[in-house]
T-cell receptor
Framework: GQQLNQSPQSMFIQEGEDVSMNCTSS?????WLWYKQDPGEGPVLLIA???AGELTSNGRLTAQFGITRKDSFLNISASIPSDVGIYFC?????????????WGLGTSLAVNP | SAVISQKPSRDICQRGTSLTIQCQVD?????MFWYRQQPGQSLTLIAT?????????ESGFVIDKFPISRPNLTFSTLTVSNMSPEDSSIYLC??????????FGSGTRLTVV
């Protein structure tokens, strides 16, 4: 099935550093979602974006819905050890079959204390 | 967000047997979904569980292998039938609500030996 291009695939950073990851698509989406998955758990929604150009923050996390509606990024500022996990982007179209979530392959984040 | 209870959290099963996974939501939701996440991979939608009617399966998934029940708006089951080692994965229940978007259960980690 269709998948989003998510990069980078993995990151290994020092505590306190900022992190940036992004997703691109060949299709236009109406919604972009960013999830984090800890080991042994299901994905947890971090940020939801519903409008092109929208910039939304959730604590140290900031995400933007690209103006072309084909991309989104997630930034994490001042990383801490508990930020470790796998981050997934997901896009959703407008109606019918296009409302199914399309997923990125994930960005694995490791933080060195 | 909607609270999802998924059981069992993990199981080790013999090949050729079947396992039924339960998903209970603390509120009525219209849309319930079942996903598979193979080791180190992203999420793949198996099917949409429709209340009172047959589930809608994605390409590559069939009812005989993954029968799904949805007797009401708060409960669904997924059965993995005639299991083989290739079925070893994490299986995730997800719901979509108007208020909270997509929420996931903590998953069922299945190992087939």
């Amino acid at each position: 099935g269709q998948q989003l291009n998510q990069s980078p695939q993995s990151m290994f950073i020092q505590e306190g550093e900022d992190v940036s990851m992004n997703c691109t698509s060949s299709s236009i989406f109406n919604t972009w979602l960013w999830y984090k998955q800890d080991p042994g758990e299901g994905p947890v929604l971090l940020i939801a974006l519903y409008k092109a150009g929208e910039l939304t923050s959730n604590g140290r996390l900031t995400a933007q819905f690209g103006i072309t509606r084909k991309d989104s990024f997630l930034n994490i500022s001042a990383s801490i050890p508990s930020d470790v996990g796998i981050y997934f982007c997901a896009g959703q179209g407008s109606a019918g079959n296009n409302r199914k979530l399309i997923w990125g392959l994930g960005t694995s984040l490791a933080v060195n204390p | 967000s909607a609270v999802i209870s998924q059981k069992p959290s993990r199981d080790i099963c013999q090949r050729g047997t079947s396992l039924t996974i339960q998903c209970q939501v603390d509120s009525q939701v219209t849309m319930m979904f079942w996903y598979r996440q193979q080791p180190g991979q992203s999420l793949t939608l198996i099917a949409t569980a429709n209340q009172g009617s047959e589930a809608t399966y994605e390409s590559g998934f069939v009812i005989d292998k993954f029968p799904i029940s949805r007797p009401n708006l708060t409960f669904s089951t997924l059965t993995v039938s005639n299991m083989s080692p290739e079925d070893s994965s994490i299986y995730l229940c997800s719901v979509e609500s108007h208020s909270y978007g997509y929420t996931f259960g903590s998953g069922t980690r299945l190992t087939v030996v």
